[in-house]
């Protein structure tokens, strides 16, 4: 017969639940039967000295059988230990009513208040319950009739041997009951532990999608920033191209002039010009490939273009941040890439504006970027490192967090990182962070080739 996991756990939980309350018990026998000596010395004073010896040695013994429990077998045996231990001082009451008084001995009530313990306070099962009862009874029968108590009154032990059954009967129920009343509790218990475990296996499954909702947002708010500097672009492109162009075309018709031919400082002037208005085209051009996106463009990732050149324009676009910055890169020969050029631009605006940010925030002198990009196994591979204060360990971990900033309040919402984190992981790389705190820190990711 197989065993259910409900029972199987419950036998378990009932064993230790034996174990220590028979532990219990026992301790309070031995007090018990050590206190008897009042009840000796009020009543038979004359065999107060062999009862002390009887109370002493059934204390030893029943200690013994406690400190059997503690043992592998002692624990799968319990309930008998148990009756073994709680038989001990019946035994001796008997032997003290066969000393005494026999039917008539007082110490008759310390069988039953025994009887009564087992089934109300002892974890005893049914029938180790029923055995105790009867075993009680024919010690006392035994105590009352055997020599010199032959003549005991009939009526007076009969009445006793019926209230000692009386007593069993009574005990047994309640341990029926008793178990039934553990086995509902446990039962109940096991319930409430399911219904725990399944409310946390909700709770992880709401987190989860309490993370994805906030990975999600942070897409929808880059998504709408995208598209608001996307209008700005088109509004810089319609209403700058043209002027931009017509002073272009003025200051190379000035150019063109025999008096600014003549005149050097004139002609730097004009020269200034036309390189500030190409500066505006730069930035008009490279708002546009930054914002403007079709639909779809991050699932593709199927364009080709130049890293150099996107990496041009994120330095253009933050230009105004890195003034007193000295920015130096290594860039192989070739450094045509597969992938969204808008979204890789994005990256690298967000990872050059935080280092720009944590060397002014610390005050680093003489604040350095160094951009270094190599072909490594068939791919591009880019680091951006600072001479800032670096990351704290605890931090490093936790910089790709959505959310998660060391700013102050107002100052960002720790989405930059995570939406970076989210771009290269589309294009089949890794951003990864390292740093050593109060030196450097460097964030590297990888391309894929243009086919």
């Known amino acids: 017969m197989t065993t259910s996991p409900l029972h199987a756990g419950y036998q378990s939980e009932l064993a230790d639940f034996r174990v220590n309350f028979s532990r219990g018990g026992a301790l309070t ?84 208040l025994a009887i009564f313990a087992s089934g109300i306070a002892l974890p005893f099962g049914l029938w180790q319950n029923l055995v105790f009862g009867v075993l009680s009874c024919v010690l006392y029968l035994l105590a009352c009739l055997m020599p010199p108590h032959n003549g005991a009154p009939l009526g007076t032990l009969t009445v006793n041997v019926l209230l000692l059954l009386f007593a069993a009967a009574a005990s047994a129920v309640y341990t029926f009951f008793n178990e039934r009343v553990r086995f509902m509790l446990f039962r109940l218990k096991a319930e409430v532990s399911e219904k725990n475990a399944e409310v946390s296996a909700k709770n992880a499954e709401l987190e989860v999608i309490n ?94 273009f130049l890293f150099e050149k996107a990496l041009d324009s994120a330095i253009r676009l933050v230009g105004h941040e890195l003034r007193g910055v000295t920015v130096t890169r290594d860039l192989p020969a070739d450094t045509l890439v597969q992938g969204d050029e808008a979204a890789i631009i994005g990256v690298l605006i967000n990872l050059l504006s935080n280092a720009v940010l944590a060397m002014r925030k610390a005050g680093t002198p003489g604040p350095s970027i160094h951009i270094n990009v190599e072909w490594t196994e068939e791919r591009l591979h880019v680091t951006v490192k600072d001479n800032g204060p670096g990351i704290k360990p605890e931090n490093l971990a936790r910089v790709f967090e959505p959310f998660f ?47």
């Not at 319990?78 to 019946?90: D, E, I, K, N, Y």
């Not at 608001?228 to 043209?242: F, K, R, S």
């Not at 900033?405 to 290269?424: C, D, F, K, N, P």
Request: with cysteine; hydrophobic share 45%; net charge negative.
């Open 29 to 112: 026998a031995i007090a018990l039967v050590l206190l008897g000596v009042g009840l000796d010395y009020a009543q038979y004073p004359q065999y107060q000295m062999s009862f002390a010896v009887a109370r002493l040695v059934v204390s030893l013994l029943i200690g013994g059988i406690v400190a059997l429990l503690d043992t592998g077998i002692g624990r799968r045996l319990t309930p008998w230990l148990t009756l073994s231990w709680l038989l001990l001082p019946q035994i001796m009451i008997s032997w003290m009513i066969w000393r005494t008084d026999g039917v008539l001995s007082p110490y008759y009530m310390g069988l039953n």
């Open 211 to 304: 993370r994805q909702l906030l990975d999600i947002k942070g897409q929808l708010l880059q998504q709408e920033k995208m598209a608001a500097i996307g209008t700005l672009a088109a509004g810089l492109l319609h209403e700058v191209n043209n002027p931009v162009n017509f002073c272009l075309m003025a200051i190379e018709v000035a150019l063109e002039e025999p008096i600014s031919k003549t005149e050097p400082t004139l002609n730097e002037c004009l020269v200034d010009a036309r390189q500030g208005m190409q500066r505006i085209q730069h930035i008009v051009s490279d708002l546009k490939t930054f914002a403007y996106r079709k639909p779809g463009a991050e699932a593709e990732l199927g364009t080709p």
């Open 405 to 451: 900033t060391t700013r102050e309040v107002g100052q960002g919402l720790g989405l930059g990182l995570s939406i970076s984190y989210a771009v290269i992981e589309r294009h089949g790389g890794l951003l990864f962070a390292e740093s050593e705190l109060g030196s450097w820190a460097s964030f590297s990711f990888d391309l894929s080739p243009a086919p």
